[in-house]
């Protein structure tokens, strides 16, 4: 009698669709259409092994897009953070599709979609920055960290924002810290004061936790099953 490994992979999507705050009421609306493009246009190359059908505008002031791990989800949304500069909210749907894949996310539909539209709306309804919805576990929990993560940075200042992300996308270390000192033309003892101000050890703290409880729901799932061969 011996044993054999069987693999359960279990197809799941994550669809991500966001719409800006009270867009009918920006002022030149037309530039922050332009910087949603350039966004996206980021995030699609920055994200690629990732995206499953390309983030796209929808609706003049929405966007959309479907990847295959939760894991860069807070990457994605430091991104449009970063380059739309106005709130926006985000409706993430957990689930499967219903047609085949396309390179045109409008072509795609199935029950990540129904759950993105559905979040989308509740987060619009209930003012907060994200909510989720699918076949997930712990999913207020979840939803709650990205929250409060989210609440933190939008309450930044422009240039805690900006030393900040520089200091993120950089490394997170001693040798970000000089850099990020030389760029903005400060001391060292300012550049950890602004990590302090802005919370980011917290962030940083909150990011980890999320990352072990999508590392727990999103692994391939094995069993060892008897073979009487």
């Not at 106005?86 to 045109?104: A, E, Q, R």
């Not at 997170?172 to 950890?192: P, V």
């Not at 919370?199 to 099953?225: G, H, P, R, T």
């Amino acid at each position: 009698m011996g044993y054999a490994l069987i693999v359960r992979v279990s197809t799941m999507y994550i669809v991500l669709t966001g719409d800006l705050k009270s867009s009918r009421q920006i002022k030149g609306r037309y530039n922050c259409q332009l910087k949603l493009k350039k966004a996206l246009k980021s995030i699609n190359e920055a994200f690629s092994n990732y995206i499953v059908s390309q983030f796209r505008i929808i609706g003049g002031d929405g966007f959309q897009g479907m990847i295959s791990k939760p894991d860069v989800i807070l990457d994605i949304y430091f991104t449009l953070f970063e380059k739309i500069d106005h709130p926006f909210y985000l409706g993430v749907g957990i689930g499967n599709i219903s047609t085949p894949l396309s390179d045109f996310i409008e072509e795609i539909d199935g029950s990540a979609f129904h759950f993105s539209s559905e979040a989308l709306s509740i987060a619009k309804r209930k003012k907060r920055w994200i909510i989720i919805r699918g076949n997930v576990e712990n999913i207020d929990l979840i939803e709650c960290i990205f929250n409060l993560i989210f609440d933190l940075i939008w309450g930044w200042t422009q240039r805690r924002k900006e030393i900040i992300l520089f200091y993120r996308k950089n490394g997170e270390n001693s040798h970000s810290i000089d850099l990020a000192a030389h760029k903005f033309k400060t001391g060292i003892r300012n550049i950890y004061k602004t990590l302090e101000v802005g919370k980011y050890s917290l962030i940083k703290y909150a990011e980890n936790i999320l990352e072990e409880e999508f590392k727990k729901q999103f692994k391939i799932e094995s069993d060892m099953v008897q073979n009487e061969n």
